[in-house]
């Protein structure tokens, strides 16, 4: 998906459904760190997002961009 290049950073967003949790999801994965910083998960049974940080240092654009392409993709 989608490639950005943030604070001397590269990072993916990838997108997919998640039958576990009964939704969607948008990661935000640190190709360098090579794993997944943040999620924003959508439940089809209570049609809310969740946003879910799995490390304190992530740069706010980043954030800000995970946030917009899950309001896009997952609604």
Not at 7 to 14: G, H, K, P, Q, V
Not at 18 to 32: A, H, K, N, S
């Amino acid at each position: 998906m989608e490639v950005i290049n943030i604070e001397a950073r590269t990072f993916r967003l990838t997108h997919g459904s998640d039958v576990q949790r009964d939704g969607m999801y948008l990661e935000l994965l640190d190709i360098d760190a090579r794993k997944a910083v943040a999620e924003v998960i959508y439940s089809d049974e209570t049609g809310r997002m969740t946003f879910w940080a799995r490390e304190e240092d992530i740069p706010f654009e980043a954030v800000e961009l995970l946030i917009e392409r899950s309001k896009q993709l997952l609604l």
